[in-house]
């Protein structure tokens, strides 16, 4: 290609990228003149160039690259794919064209930037052009900075983003290029034009000249907002509205109203800053510091962290250990300087972390409130500072609680303080942030400090209502505001009207106002219907307007509720003006009788009154008048009740048509409250009352009603005032309410003894529990468990109810009225308010710094104990207010541990904190909520499962508003962690799924949720991808779509792929409530619900799925047939569709069916064989089945809607037997298809498929059809699957479809499947299995065992092991009915079997009554026989209740089966026999029963034969019956299937019992009466309850007749005894099961059966025969255990032995020991030690350690020889157990014995010593003894005698023992330093000499330093009788002498003294014993059972100077003894 020839002839794309450059200019001049020629820009033409077009701006050549540039600018502005090329292009602009010299290449490389931007991609531009300022040439940054400034001005700042160019321009002011920076300063301004203000703070830190210039160019900029001068592609309206408004401007039209949009853009500051890092910066020794004891330290490490805190933006991180200790200084320091210091720097840490404080906003608020008791100026000013930045960070509904708890303090400053920061917040606030729930409470409080004594205080009060008032107008605040005198109200309105808000917002009261201006189109009626133009109106009103909502609400209010106008009290009339008002408008003769002393002329009176009303005009009639003349005389107390009915007729009619007043209703609400329980008047009544529930309000006329009936005593007027409210409720709505109020009265009500109030109470909570949800039984934790259960049974019922829509009263709503305003009412008076009703605690206190300190410490355990004392906290408190001081940064500590124990224990308690806090949680969502959802990281299942569990019980009392609030979710997302993405992608799906509305920073989690799509982890990417449409439903698919333009080239290719997929199935958002429901969202997961069983759980979701599914179809309308399964189509379409529906359902193609068979059995299909079914079946069915079946059906059939697999089904019942042959040509095909629905989890599904295969199947055995091997195949063992089902209905009917399946598949055939599907894991499905093999063997013989008798018998043999006990009772009664056939020959079949599973088949057999083999030939020969219609094996089944047949039973079945084989019936049968199959069909073989008559048992007649007697009777038959046969066949009619049969007799076996005559007739037939019994309570309990056709009013009056007979029997003494252990035990089994027969509780007088029952039980244990009714109950509760039943039967079984065991102290004597331990050695044979440890509790353990030593207790060791009829006492623990109790028992009575005698000995003297302190005068002495006896017996315990008496008189001993025990050291310390001289004194009343004193003396003066001889008479010690060498002295000398050297001792010389020395030394410690204690202390002496006290010792008197020698002698002794002691 040398010439030009050559490429000449090339095409332009190929020109283009030419090495000559001569081509490529060409071929670019060629380009742009073909891309202005083409004109649309979706050509093909534009693809050739798509990789071009960075080849046109990136030529080398300085001229050609003119020239592609201007064809590339080309391309960009009209090629549709041009946004392709961004990147590469705008890149090589950069690169290789602002490089360039000429000035035409660099404009032309700045309008192709610009032409991006213009077709949307400004963001990517954006980014090259910033990266081109980091390039090193100055050409291209000056290029680039003025590209960008051009974008900015001519796009404005909403289409190009500020905040990366404030982030370069301070380094673009660093440029060492001048021209730089003077374009640098162009661009500062041009961004100034655009944000103003908010760029200063990025600029503060270029050079100072810089700024100084940049000022003065700012100050130039005009004022206004700029107008941006391009626009984007999707901007055109935009650019239209500007022209036009262009246009107005010129013509001289002010346009300024129309420019709304034209401010300036609000550009925070904050957003543009980068934020800074502080935590690591501050001193290492912060923290010691600011604990410092010195305050110059404290103030340095405050210093610098204000130095740190002033930075505008701070970073995120863990503030919560900084902000403790600014709390702790503000709170605690006393230096106010230091208090200002930290509230300032407290203040710069929420200022520069905005949002991100609000986590520790809870925290600091109390102590700033508490603080502003300081009066210094600079420290209120900085405490208020910091309160307003704190308040930034949060809402004010957080802080709320915090403000309201100082509202009562008593330091006006505090209140002041706080009612001001209340202000400032409000007026920051939006109308929306003040909700009803927080004006409520700010109102109340705030109305106390309007009257506050403090004139600062009112002043507040009235700036913050002001404020209230503006922002959410008065609307929301008038109704608070009721009890506010005028003035001060006007004071408030007058306030709000002058206050401006910040940022020149408008409050809610301006814009009500503006509202009516702002739509004057709509007020205009159109048409004269006025009221039915509002509703339209209503619905389009936009969201925003909710206050003109509002203001529409109340007008629709008016026009509905004239009541509302009639609240005002009407003045009580007098009785005068009050019978001239009546005279007026009633006839004379009317008003005259009246009080008419003949009853028919006061009937005739009321008549007339009635006709009168009638008549009144509503407007005229005078009410109060009309209802007091109604009370007068006789009045209310009328005895007539046809007057009274009257009377109440009279007064519904006033309340209905006249204007009645709540006046007018007291007059009569007493006496209408005193009737309502009346039985004649009580209808009426009601009637009244309901009417004047209308009139005046329900709340209000229920409250005064309830209020009534309980301040009476009557308890049926009070059962029915709850009736007639709970049926109010339901017809007037729960609207207005006094929750609280009746929950009071309930709780009495529950409390009552008369069982029809609580009856009634329990009824109302129902109905309250309707309208508030499963929260309302938090009200009554506290209620016994019984009443608690009944409760919970009443919610129960109503679970899946809706509350029916309101037909009286003002909450009647109209049809179309506004969902929204429903919505918002039922938010504002839900849920919310009922939680707000429970009392609440406040635990602040009793988190204590020691607890918090312990859940932080460094060792575990200890961390533990602090977890552990914090969830008993939670514990105790149950519900608890928000205040929990530092726990939440405690415990968000905790769930990073380490220990992933305490990490789990901390989930635990955040859920107890959930349930305990309720709605005010929401403070603490982003504390504690957010760090739960880090925990989802985590690499355990459990803790990842846990912190699930605790966000749904999070997310349960916050909503989901609080969580996707903010960037912390988003954060959470962009963490690299797969554990924690998909599960919280997983857990937002779900949440999102169900929200109607999400907040818009939702938005902020699209960027991290596109990276997950992108993840390594697959999990990640497929919830990422299953999240999708969720986000998409809630933003928008535009707004995601943005977002993705954000994404690198390759990222956003996926995700945009994804998008448009996510599109395609994005759901639709859900529905608001249904009309009538209330605000129930927290009931769909009620705390208080019963647990379901697991089996049963799949059941219940599928319920769930049932009713959102009904409520959609209920919205959708009717007609559902008319839809279509794919797209929606025009009406005209839908006639067609209908059409094809009216055609067959299936074609006939015999020959396919055979098709079919042969493809799968070559194998060219699948094998119908699979576990589960997996796709590529039902798409093979589908394909199967689509030539066979009309094409709407198949749509219907494998639609993913269940709803439309029933409208299938239901439809193929309908066509059955009209397509019965089409069906059968496809008969494989709709089995199979029938098999994919045993494995749906929804039971509405099941029970419709199995409804049409009973009917079916019904139709194939009228045909004689046989199933093909292919069809039974496919469908048989899917069918038997359905058998181990949990559910009976299924069961049942899965057993009708088995018997059915025999006559159209041989039974031999059947065989086999069933054996298989004894195999399977389901003790249910095995336990089926069997039975119904049985049933096969009995109705078919030995010969259908496949593949041989023998291997079939020992497979089923095995099953007599297993561990179910159903399943070894089917197995067991599966042999017996081969033992039947075969006799001792099953021996030989089943093979051997171990020693235990023998002998438990050698019982059964034995216990079935075959003591000799079977005559097998009779029974073989008469089943062929039977005719072919008889010949089902549902005959031979057993009742669905799978329980074991008792022992008497299984006789009673052989004998009725040898007595069916006598070949001529007997109408009185020689002995009692019953037949079990028969029984249920209410028919014996071979005869009919006479009609039941009424005998009399005294003379019986002959009773007539029945007309079938072809045979003679045998001898053994007597034609004049006895009466014990009469008595057998009345017995057996008790069993009878008929019902009245049933009762007729049971009613003449209470009569039989009541007739004493009867009794030895009856004894020896009382176990046959009672087997009778539990056999019609079995079959009431399987077939009668669950028959629909059965009228449950006779199963109630059957089971009180079964009740009261055996109530009778028991009252016969010789009787009861009479009745065996065995039946006993299936008595007892019989009556527990009615009882916790859930059906038995519906019916009418359900409740009344089981208390029946239950006082039964207690007489059946009190009358029978002690051993056998014990023994019953052990092995019943052996066998309960055992077996699958429910815990509830065992723990009930264990309750009634526990009963039993209380009656043993009196019953022990006639108990045979040897048995009952007989029955406890079986019973600990089957369950040692370790298996009962392994039961879910251990009751049963307990209850038989109990039964042990309770018989050890009562026979002591003589139990050990009971134990005779154990054979091998080694087979279980029972004589080692027995041992070691006997042992414990002797040791302990021992030692008991001897701890009586020695306490008997103590407690008799510490009587004497209480009894003497508690005297008051000899009250020291007895502290003293006491003291004593505690030093003689130091062994005794005190403190159970002390802590009896009060604690201050514990605390008077205490302290008189200490100062005894003081006293008595110092008295040893003497008496040790006199050791030499004290001697023992003689004791008794021997006379010292005087000459022992004297040496006793002059030891003492020697001890002294006193001289003995002269200086005694010196100090005058001898005085006068110095003579003492020569005579001997009186003892009355030597006591003067004693007392001498006691006063200079410093002793006390006389007992009167010493003891008012000692006296008030006690008193000096505490005050004494008061008469309470005294009287106390007495009480407990008197109730001591020991002998009387001896009397007090008498405190020793003074000496006496005319006693005797001998006293005195005995005086003197104690003297010495005492200073003795003293020394």
Same mark, same amino acid.
């Given at each position: 290609m040398g010439d030009d020839s050559e490429w000449m002839k090339l095409p332009v794309d190929q020109k283009c990228e030419h090495k000559v450059w001569k081509a490529r200019s060409v071929g670019y001049e060629e380009a742009l003149k073909l891309f202005q020629r083409i004109d649309d820009e979706k050509s093909p033409e534009w693809g050739k160039f798509l990789g071009l077009i960075k080849k046109f701006v990136t030529e080398s050549n300085a001229i050609v690259q003119l020239k592609g540039l201007e064809a590339a600018l080309a391309f960009v502005e009209k090629a549709h794919i041009a946004s392709r090329t961004v990147g590469e292009v705008v890149s090589g602009v950069v690169n290789k064209v602002f490089n360039q010299p000429k000035a035409r290449a660099k404009e032309l490389g700045s309008d192709i930037c610009l032409m991006y931007i213009e077709i949307e991609k400004a963001d990517a531009v954006q980014e090259e052009l910033i990266k081109g300022l980091d390039n090193k040439n100055p050409k291209i940054v000056l290029a680039c900075v003025e590209t960008i400034r051009r974008a900015l001005c001519e796009f404005g700042a909403k289409t190009v983003t500020v905040k990366p160019i404030v982030k370069v321009l301070p380094k673009l002011f660093e440029s060492r290029e001048k021209p730089v920076r003077d374009e640098a300063k162009l661009l500062a301004v041009e961004v100034y034009r655009w944000i103003r203000d908010a760029l200063r703070p990025s600029l503060q830190s270029i050079n100072a000249v810089q700024l100084k210039e940049l000022e003065e160019e700012w100050a130039n900029v005009a004022p206004g907002a700029p107008r941006q001068s391009r626009f984007l592609r999707s901007q055109q309206d935009l650019r239209a509205k500007y022209e036009q408004q262009q246009q107005q401007a010129d013509t001289g039209v002010d346009p300024a109203d129309e420019e709304p949009e034209e401010s300036a853009q609000q550009v925070d500051a904050y957003e543009l800053l980068e934020p800074v890092e502080i935590l690591s910066k501050l001193p290492k020794d912060f923290y010691e510091k600011i604990e410092a004891k010195k305050w110059q330290e404290r103030k340095e490490a405050l210093e610098a962290l204000e130095t740190l805190a002033k930075n505008p933006k701070l970073e995120a991180g863990e503030y919560g250990d900084l902000v403790r200790a600014l709390k702790k200084v503000i709170g605690k320091d006393s230096n106010v300087m230091l208090v200002s210091l930290a509230a300032k720097c407290l203040a710069g840490l929420a200022l520069g972390l905005r949002k991100k404080f609000g986590t520790y906003a809870g925290n600091v608020v109390p102590a700033i409130l508490e603080k502003f008791k300081e009066k210094k100026p600079q420290v209120v000013q900085a405490l208020q500072e910091a309160i307003d930045a704190v308040f930034l960070t949060t809402t004010l509904q957080n802080l709320s609680e915090d403000v309201l708890a100082v509202m009562d303090n008593k330091n006006p400053s505090i209140k002041q303080q706080a009612s001001l920061f209340l202000a400032r917040s409000v007026r920051l606030s939006a109308p929306s942030a003040l909700p009803k729930a927080l004006v409520k409470p700010l109102c109340t409080a705030l109305l106390k400090q309007v009257n506050d004594s403090a004139a600062e205080v009112r002043e507040a009060a009235f700036e913050v209502l002001a404020s209230i008032m503006k922002v959410a107008g008065e609307r929301a605040v008038n109704p608070f505001l009721a009890d506010l005198d005028k003035a001060k109200l006007d004071k408030i309105k007058e306030s709000a009207d002058k206050m401006e808000l910040a940022g020149g917002k408008k409050g809610a009261t301006e814009k009500e106002n503006s509202a009516p201006k702002a739509q004057p189109a709509p007020e205009a009626p159109a048409k004269p219907s006025g009221p039915p133009k509002k509703a339209p109106v209503a619905k389009v009103r936009p969201d925003k307007a909710k206050p003109t909502t509002a203001g529409g609400k109340q007008e629709g209010g008016k026009s509905k509720k004239p009541a509302e106008t009639k609240q005002v009290m009407e003045t009580e009339l007098s009785m005068e003006v009050c019978e001239e008002k009546a005279a007026a408008v009633l006839p004379a003769l009317c008003v005259q009788q009246l009080d008419s002393a003949n009853w028919k002329e006061r009937v005739a009176s009321m008549e007339e009154f009635l006709k009168a009303a009638e008549q009144m005009d509503s407007s005229e009639m005078p009410c109060q008048a009309l209802v007091r003349m109604l009370g007068k005389k006789p009045g209310w107390k009328e005895t007539n009740f046809q007057v009274m009915q009257l009377k109440m007729q009279a007064v519904a009619l006033v309340a209905q048509r006249g204007n009645f007043s709540k006046t007018s209703a007291s007059v009569v609400l007493d006496a209408l409250v005193d009737k309502v329980g009346d039985v004649k008047c009580g209808g009426k009544t009601k009637e009244a009352l309901t009417a004047i529930g209308e009139a005046c309000s329900l709340p209000w006329t229920a409250e005064q009603v309830v209020s009534m009936a309980f301040a009476q005593k009557n308890p049926k007027n009070q059962a029915e005032t709850l009736s007639w409210l709970a049926n109010a409720i339901k017809?007037?709505?729960?609207?207005?309410?006094?929750?609280?109020?009746?929950?009071?009265?309930?709780?009495?009500?529950?409390?009552?003894?008369?069982?029809?109030?609580?009856?009634?109470?329990?009824?109302?909570?129902?109905?309250?529990?309707?309208?508030?949800?499963?929260?309302?039984?938090?009200?009554?934790?506290?209620?016994?468990?019984?009443?608690?259960?009944?409760?919970?049974?009443? +919610?129960?019922?109503?679970?899946?109810?809706?509350?029916?829509?309101?037909?009286?009263?003002?909450?009647?709503?109209?049809?179309?009225?506004?969902?929204?305003?429903?919505?918002?009412?039922?938010?504002?008076?839900?849920?919310?308010?009922? @939680?707000?009703?429970?009392?609440?605690?406040?635990?602040?206190?009793?988190?204590?710094?020691?607890?918090?300190?312990?859940?932080?410490?460094?060792?575990?355990?200890?961390?533990?104990?602090?977890?552990?004392?914090?969830?008993?906290? *939670?514990?105790?408190?149950?519900?608890?207010?928000p205040t929990v001081g530092d726990l939440p940064i405690a415990l968000k500590a905790r769930l990073g541990d380490s220990n992933k124990i305490l990490v789990q224990q901390t989930l635990s308690i955040l859920q107890q904190l959930a349930t305990a806090m309720g709605p005010s949680l929401k403070q603490h969502v982003k504390t504690l909520g957010i760090p739960v959802i880090t925990v989802l990281g985590d690499g355990k299942n459990t803790v990842r499962a846990a912190a699930l569990a605790t966000l749904s019980a999070w997310v349960e009392q916050t909503g989901m508003k609080e969580w996707l609030e903010g960037e912390e979710l988003a954060e959470e997302l962009r963490r690299e962690n797969p554990f924690?993405?998909?599960?919280?992608?997983?857990?937002?799906?779900?949440?999102?799924?169900?929200?109607?509305?999400?907040?818009?920073?939702?938005?902020?989690?699209?960027?991290?949720?596109?990276?997950?799509? =992108? !993840?390594?982890?697959?999990?990640?990417?497929?919830?990422?991808?299953?999240?999708?449409?969720?986000?998409?439903?809630?933003?928008?698919?535009?707004?995601?779509?943005?977002?993705?333009?954000?994404?690198?080239?390759?990222?956003?290719?996926?995700?945009?792929?994804?998008?448009?997929?996510?599109?395609?199935?994005?759901?639709?958002?859900?529905?608001?409530?249904?009309?009538?429901?209330?605000?129930?969202?927290?009931?769909?997961?009620?705390?208080?619900?019963?647990?379901?069983?697991?089996?049963?759980?799949?059941?219940?979701?599928?319920?769930?799925?049932?009713?959102?599914?009904?409520?959609?179809?209920?919205?959708?309308?009717?007609?559902?047939?008319?839809?279509?399964?794919?797209?929606?189509?025009?009406?005209?379409?839908?006639?067609? =569709?209908?059409?094809?529906?009216?055609?067959?359902?299936?074609? *006939?193609?015999?020959?396919?069916?055979?098709?079919?068979? $042969?493809?799968?059995?070559?194998?060219?299909?699948?094998?119908?064989?699979?576990?589960?079914?997996?796709?590529?079946?039902?798409?093979?069915?589908?394909?199967?089945?689509?030539?066979?079946?009309?094409?709407?059906?198949?749509?219907?059939?494998?639609?993913?809607?269940?709803?439309?697999?029933?409208?299938?089904?239901?439809?193929?019942?309908?066509?059955?037997?009209? &397509?019965?042959?089409?069906?059968?040509?496809?008969?494989?095909?709709?089995?199979?298809?029938?098999?994919?629905?045993?494995?749906?989890?929804?039971?509405?599904?099941?029970?419709?498929?199995?409804?049409?295969?009973?009917?079916?199947?019904?139709?194939?055995?009228?045909?004689?059809?046989?199933?093909?091997?292919? &069809?039974?195949?496919?469908?048989?063992?899917? *069918?038997?699957?359905?058998?181990?089902?949990?559910?009976?209905?299924?069961?049942?009917?899965?057993?009708?479809?088995?018997?059915?399946?025999?006559?159209?598949?041989?039974?031999?055939?059947?065989?086999?499947?069933?054996?298989?599907?004894?195999?399977?894991?389901?003790? $249910?499905?095995?336990?089926?299995?069997?039975? #119904?093999?049985?049933?096969?063997?009995?109705?078919?013989?030995?010969?259908?065992?496949?593949?041989?008798?023998?291997?079939?018998?020992?497979?089923?043999?095995?099953?007599?092991?297993?561990?179910?006990?159903?399943?070894?009772?089917?197995?067991?009664?599966?042999? @017996?009915?081969?033992?039947?056939?075969?006799?001792?020959?099953?021996?030989?079949?089943?093979?051997?079997?171990?020693?235990?599973?023998?002998?438990?088949?050698?019982?059964?057999?034995?216990?079935?009554?075959?003591?000799?083999?079977?005559?097998?030939?009779?029974?073989?020969?008469?089943?062929?026989?039977?005719?072919?219609?008889?010949?089902?094996?549902?005959?031979?089944?057993?009742?669905?209740?799978?329980?074991?047949?008792?022992?008497?039973?299984?006789?009673?079945?052989?004998?009725?089966?040898?007595?069916?084989?006598?070949?001529?019936?007997?109408?009185?049968?020689?002995?009692?026999?019953?037949?079990?199959?028969?029984?249920?069909?209410?028919?014996?073989?071979?005869?009919?029963?006479?009609?039941?008559?009424?005998?009399?048992?005294?003379?019986? #007649?002959?009773?007539?034969?029945?007309?079938?007697?072809?045979?003679?009777?045998?001898?053994?038959?007597?034609?004049?019956?006895?009466?014990?046969?009469?008595?057998?066949?009345?017995?057996?009619?008790?069993?009878?299937?008929?019902?009245?049969?049933?009762?007729?007799?049971?009613?003449?076996?209470?009569?039989?019992?009541?007739?004493?005559?009867?009794?030895?007739?009856?004894?020896?037939?009382?176990?046959?009466?009672?087997?009778?019994?539990?056999?019609?309570?079995?079959?009431?309990?399987?077939?009668?309850?669950?028959?629909?056709?059965?009228?449950?009013?006779?199963?109630?009056?059957?089971?009180?007749?079964?009740?009261?007979?055996?109530?009778?029997?028991?009252?016969?003494?010789v009787l009861a005894p009479e009745a065996s252990s065995g039946v006993l035990k299936d008595?007892?089994?019989?009556?527990?099961?009615?009882?916790? !027969?859930?059906?038995?509780?519906?019916?009418? !007088?359900?409740?009344?059966?089981?208390?029946?029952?239950?006082?039964?039980?207690?007489?059946?244990?009190?009358?029978? =025969?002690?051993?056998?009714?014990?023994?019953?109950?052990?092995?019943?509760?052996?066998?309960?255990?055992?077996?699958?039943?429910?815990?509830?039967?065992?723990?009930?079984?264990?309750?009634?032995?526990?009963?039993?065991?209380?009656?043993?102290?009196?019953?022990?004597?006639?108990?045979?020991?040897?048995?009952?331990?007989?029955?406890?050695?079986?019973?600990?044979? @089957? +369950?040692?030690?370790?298996?009962?440890?392994?039961?879910?509790?251990?009751?049963?353990?307990?209850?038989?350690?109990?039964? *042990?030593?309770?018989?050890?207790?009562?026979?002591?060791?003589?139990?050990?020889?009971?134990?005779?009829? @154990?054979?091998?006492?080694?087979?279980?623990?029972?004589?080692?157990?027995?041992?070691?109790?006997?042992?414990?028992?002797?040791?302990?009575?021992?030692?008991?014995?001897?701890?009586?005698?020695?306490?008997?000995?103590?407690?008799?003297?510490?009587?004497?010593?209480?009894?003497?302190?508690?005297?008051?005068?000899?009250?020291?002495?007895?502290?003293?003894?006491?003291?004593? +006896?505690?030093? $003689?017996?130091?062994?005794?315990?005190?403190?159970?005698?002390?802590?009896?008496?009060?604690?201050?008189?514990?605390?008077?001993?205490?302290?008189?023992?200490?100062?005894?025990?003081?006293?008595?050291?110092?008295?040893?310390?003497?008496?040790?330093?006199?050791?030499?001289?004290?001697?023992?004194?003689?004791?008794?009343? #021997?006379?010292?000499?005087?000459?022992?004193?004297?040496?006793?003396?002059?030891?003492?003066?020697?001890?002294?330093?006193?001289?003995?001889?002269?200086?005694?008479?010196?100090?005058?010690?001898?005085?006068?009788?110095?003579?003492?060498?020569?005579?001997?002295?009186?003892?009355?000398?030597y006591q003067e002498k004693l007392k001498m050297i006691r006063q200079l001792r410093g002793l006390e010389n006389q007992v009167k003294q010493e003891e008012t020395v000692d006296r008030p030394m006690l008193s000096a410690l505490t005050a004494p014993p008061s008469s309470k204690d005294h009287n106390k202390l007495s009480h407990l002496l008197h109730h001591h059972h020991q002998s009387p006290a001896r009397p007090a010792n008498p405190a020793p008197g003074p000496a006496s100077a005319s006693a005797s020698a001998t006293n005195t002698l005995d005086s003197l002794r104690k003297r010495l003894e005492r200073i003795k002691n003293n020394r």
């Open positions: 017809e007037f709505g729960f609207a207005g309410i006094n929750v609280k109020a009746f929950i009071n009265h309930v709780k009495t009500a529950l409390g009552a003894t008369n069982p029809a109030v609580r009856t009634a109470a329990i009824g109302l909570l129902g109905v309250m529990y309707l309208y508030m949800g499963a929260r309302l039984r938090m009200f009554f934790e506290d209620e016994k468990a019984a009443l608690l259960s009944q409760i919970d049974t009443e +919610f129960q019922k109503l679970q899946d109810q809706t509350p029916p829509a309101p037909t009286r009263g003002s909450s009647k709503r109209s049809e179309d009225q506004e969902e929204g305003e429903e919505t918002e009412e039922q938010e504002e008076g839900g849920a919310a308010d009922v @939680v707000d009703l429970l009392p609440r605690t406040d635990i602040s206190d009793k988190i204590t710094g020691a607890m918090v300190a312990k859940i932080g410490d460094k060792n575990w355990k200890i961390r533990k104990e602090g977890l552990d004392e914090m969830a008993a906290v *939670l514990s105790e408190a149950k519900f608890i207010k924690l993405r998909q599960e919280l992608l997983g857990w937002l799906a779900e949440r999102l799924a169900a929200l109607r509305s999400a907040p818009s920073d939702l938005l902020l989690c699209v960027t991290p949720l596109y990276a997950c799509l =992108e !993840d390594r982890n697959g999990d990640v990417r497929k919830k990422a991808q299953d999240a999708l449409p969720i986000f998409m439903t809630h933003l928008g698919f535009d707004k995601m779509n943005k977002a993705a333009g954000k994404l690198k080239p390759g990222s956003k290719d996926q995700v945009v792929a994804l998008l448009d997929k996510a599109r395609s199935v994005m759901p639709a958002k859900p529905a608001g409530p249904a009309k009538a429901a209330p605000a129930k969202a927290a009931a769909s997961a009620p705390p208080a619900k019963l647990s379901a069983a697991p089996n049963e759980a799949a059941h219940l979701d599928c319920e769930a799925t049932e009713d959102k599914c009904d409520a959609k179809s209920a919205k959708a309308g009717t007609a559902p047939k008319g839809k279509s399964a794919t797209t929606s189509k025009k009406p005209s379409g839908k006639g067609k =569709e209908e059409e094809d529906r009216s055609g067959p359902l299936f074609t *006939l193609m015999p020959s396919r069916k055979e098709l079919r068979t $042969k493809e799968e059995k070559s194998l060219k299909v699948l094998k119908w064989n699979f576990p589960s079914p997996r796709d590529e079946y039902i798409e093979q069915l589908k394909t199967q089945m689509a030539p066979c079946v009309a094409k709407w059906l198949q749509e219907e059939l494998f639609h993913p809607d269940f709803q439309r697999h029933i409208k299938a089904i239901s439809t193929m019942i309908e066509r059955l037997e009209a &397509e019965k042959d089409a069906m059968l040509s496809c008969l494989d095909l709709i089995l199979k298809w029938f098999t994919l629905r045993f494995f749906d989890t929804n039971t509405s599904v099941l029970m419709k498929a199995l409804e049409f295969l009973k009917l079916l199947f019904l139709s194939l055995s009228k045909q004689d059809y046989c199933l093909s091997e292919l &069809e039974a195949n496919s469908f048989i063992p899917y *069918l038997i699957l359905k058998m181990g089902e949990s559910k009976d209905v299924v069961r049942k009917d899965v057993r009708a479809i088995m018997s059915m399946l025999c006559k159209v598949y041989p039974a031999s055939k059947i065989f086999p499947f069933i054996m298989e599907g004894t195999k399977s894991k389901n003790s $249910k499905q095995r336990a089926e299995c069997l039975d #119904e093999l049985g049933c096969l063997i009995a109705l078919c013989g030995m010969s259908v065992c496949q593949p041989t008798p023998t291997k079939a018998l020992k497979e089923i043999a095995v099953h007599i092991g297993d561990r179910d006990t159903s399943v070894r009772n089917a197995a067991l009664n599966t042999i @017996v009915v081969v033992y039947n056939k075969c006799g001792d020959q099953v021996y030989k079949l089943i093979g051997n079997l171990s020693e235990k599973d023998m002998s438990m088949l050698e019982e059964r057999i034995k216990r079935s009554a075959k003591e000799t083999a079977p005559p097998a030939k009779q029974v073989e020969e008469k089943l062929p026989r039977a005719p072919p219609s008889q010949a089902n094996a549902s005959q031979l089944r057993k009742p669905a209740a799978d329980e074991q047949a008792p022992s008497k039973l299984r006789q009673l079945r052989a004998q009725n089966a040898l007595a069916a084989q006598q070949p001529e019936p007997s109408p009185v049968a020689p002995e009692f026999s019953l037949d079990f199959h028969l029984l249920e069909n209410d028919s014996l073989p071979g005869c009919e029963l006479p009609e039941l008559v009424q005998h009399k048992l005294d003379d019986m #007649e002959p009773m007539a034969l029945s007309e079938r007697k072809t045979r003679p009777l045998p001898l053994a038959f007597d034609l004049h019956p006895s009466p014990a046969s009469t008595i057998n066949l009345v017995i057996s009619k008790i069993a009878s299937g008929d019902l009245n049969t049933s009762m007729q007799a049971v009613t003449q076996m209470d009569e039989v019992f009541r007739q004493h005559s009867g009794s030895d007739v009856m004894v020896n037939n009382i176990n046959q009466f009672l087997i009778a019994t539990v056999l019609q309570l079995r079959l009431i309990h399987s077939t009668h309850m669950a028959d629909q056709r059965v009228a449950k009013e006779d199963v109630s009056k059957l089971y009180s007749c079964i009740v009261g007979s055996i109530m009778t029997m028991l009252g016969v003494e008595l007892v089994e019989g009556l527990l099961t009615v009882m916790l !027969d859930p059906r038995v509780e519906e019916l009418q !007088d359900g409740r009344q059966i089981i208390c029946s029952i239950n006082i039964l039980l207690g007489k059946v244990f009190e009358k029978a =025969e002690h051993t056998n009714i014990l023994s019953a109950l052990l092995v019943l509760l052996q066998d309960a255990l055992s077996s699958s039943v429910s815990s509830k039967f065992s723990d009930i079984v264990m309750k009634c032995l526990w009963r039993v065991i209380r009656f043993l102290p009196e019953t022990i004597a006639s108990v045979n020991l040897d048995r009952i331990l007989l029955d406890i050695h079986n019973f600990m044979k @089957v +369950f040692p030690k370790e298996r009962l440890h392994q039961l879910p509790n251990d009751m049963a353990h307990r209850t038989l350690k109990t039964l *042990l030593h309770t018989l050890c207790r009562l026979t002591g060791p003589k139990i050990l020889d009971h134990l005779t009829l @154990v054979e091998n006492r080694n087979e279980s623990e029972l004589e080692v157990h027995l041992k070691k109790v006997v042992k414990s028992s002797a040791t302990k009575m021992g030692r008991d014995q001897e701890n009586l005698v020695i306490t008997t000995k103590q407690k008799e003297e510490l009587l004497e010593i209480f009894k003497m302190i508690s005297v008051k005068e000899s009250g020291r002495e007895g502290l003293i003894q006491l003291w004593e +006896f505690k030093q $003689k017996y130091p062994d005794v315990d005190l403190n159970p005698h002390l802590k009896k008496l009060s604690q201050s008189f514990q605390a008077f001993i205490e302290r008189g023992l200490t100062a005894v025990a003081t006293e008595r050291d110092a008295k040893a310390k003497m008496a040790a330093l006199t050791t030499g001289v004290s001697a023992a004194l003689p004791t008794g009343s #021997e006379e010292l000499k005087p000459s022992v004193y004297m040496e006793r003396l002059k030891a003492l003066r020697q001890l002294n330093g006193l001289d003995n001889k002269d200086t005694l008479s010196s100090t005058g010690v001898l005085g006068s009788n110095s003579n003492t060498d020569r005579q001997e002295l009186k003892p009355s000398v």
